[in-house]
């Protein structure tokens, strides 16, 4: 069990610390190593930027467990196991005429990992990836198995975003519905102006809406538009943005790895996403940040964002900017509010990333900017607490579920319990 292997993160920023690693053959295997551990933690697709997933003993991988995936057609449901990811997940769905209803923007994470830190993707309309959750069995510090269920199980607001904090997840149930068609328009040069003075249409212009930029001083570069098929998008300019001729990648010159562009038709999956489940998703080696804050604020957010470009533009990559319908997960980004998301992919400089997170936070701070919780920021456990309402409350549910804090570890200490030791 004892580890010597150099295990990092996709992006490859981030060595897990953890000096002991098992990865079990069964559930029941997998219940034994988490009774007997003083601390553990899971290493899911290892998409998060910072140290979530660490463990100061035992780190787990659930890779060898057996994969399973069990749809319910009555009940529009299905059962995945642990270690299923959104792209095996969508094959095995669409496949029998089902679909989740939306990705995020790669399809290569894994769902329960997603869910777990609040992740999302694009949609006035579409809440979190977490928000279809219905159900979740996870093995408690006793190594006992625990189902909780949507409407049944009081804190379950507070349990599918958990951190990691609540115990490992076996099983997780979501809600499906019936399979769909989008078409991908991309659009370039949406002058900022139109931003300014239209940013609530220009998001609602379909299904999911996303805006990609480098904080050039002239124009966003990017508008990208995934309409449902029975959703009219004007075949010209869009806002004063033009239509693409051809496929276009976020950040670089080879769009091969990107979904289908150009009004294509094409399965949810196939569209969604911004990049193949067969492709390397985004750059790889990077850096990533997020912050959402309240769409009522959003055109304020952005000026203010604005107004540092000249910080911004050197160490970015892309800049992508998605809208989130509020939810009721007492972690998630967009706990009961609808929300404008504005994310940063930065080149793998952290000397120089680092510095210049809290002058962002600064600039986002009057509009109750919230981080994503897997990705790169400075807030403090204070600052933290001030925009995220149910912290009392997520941290009194983990004190009756795992009052010795057998699943806390150096993130959760330093972020929820400043006071304590990992």
């Not at 959402?292 to 203010?304: K, M, N, R």
Request: proline share 8%; net charge negative.
């Amino acid at each position: 069990m004892n580890d010597e292997i150099k295990r990092l993160n996709w992006a490859g920023n981030y060595q897990f610390q953890a000096p002991n690693f098992a990865e079990p053959d069964t559930v029941e295997e997998l219940q034994t190593l988490v009774a007997v551990a003083n601390k553990v933690s899971v290493l899911g697709s290892t998409h998060s930027f910072n140290d979530i997933a660490d463990s100061p003993q035992l780190l787990l991988s659930l890779q060898q467990i057996p994969r399973t995936m069990t749809l319910d057609p009555a009940a529009a449901t299905v059962t995945i196991s642990s270690n299923v990811r959104y792209g095996e997940l969508a094959l095995y769905l669409e496949a029998q005429g089902f679909a989740l209803p939306n990705l995020a923007s790669l399809p290569h994470i894994s769902v329960v990992g997603a869910c777990a830190t609040g992740t999302h993707g694009s949609g006035v309309g579409n809440p979190c990836l977490a928000a279809p959750v219905t159900g979740l069995t996870f093995i408690a510090a006793d190594g006992e198995l625990v189902t909780w269920r949507r409407g049944e199980a009081a804190n379950f607001p507070g349990a599918v975003v958990n951190l990691g904090g609540l115990g490992v997840i076996t099983e997780m149930e979501l809600a499906v519905q019936p399979t769909f068609a989008v078409q991908q328009y991309v659009y370039q040069q949406l002058p900022w102006q139109a931003v300014w003075q239209q940013l609530g249409d220009i998001m609602a212009t379909a299904y999911s809406v996303s805006l990609f930029t480098s904080w050039d001083e002239t124009a966003v570069e990017q508008l990208w538009v995934k309409a449902l098929t029975t959703e009219v998008v004007p075949a010209g300019p869009l806002y004063g943005a033009q239509p693409a001729s051809q496929q276009l990648h976020p950040c670089s010159t080879d769009a091969a790895s990107c979904t289908e562009q150009l009004g294509e038709p094409g399965p949810w999956f196939r569209r969604l996403p911004h990049f193949k489940l067969e492709y390397m998703p985004s750059v790889g080696a990077e850096l990533q940040t997020e912050y959402l804050v309240p769409a009522s604020h959003g055109v304020a957010a952005l000026q203010a964002l604005f107004e540092l470009r000249e910080q911004l533009h050197p160490l970015l990559y892309i800049s992508e900017i998605r809208t989130v319908k509020a939810d009721d997960l007492w972690l998630s980004p967009a706990y009961a509010t609808d929300s404008l998301a504005i994310h940063f992919t930065w080149k793998p400089d952290w000397a120089q990333v680092q510095p210049l997170l809290p002058q962002i936070e600064a600039a986002l701070a009057p509009f109750y900017a919230r981080p994503h919780w897997g990705k790169l920021f400075s807030l403090s456990p204070a600052g933290l607490e001030a925009v995220y309402p149910q912290l009392p409350a997520f941290r009194k549910m983990l004190a009756a579920v795992d009052p010795a804090g057998k699943f806390r570890n150096a993130y959760l200490s330093r972020n929820l319990y400043p006071e304590t030791e990992a």
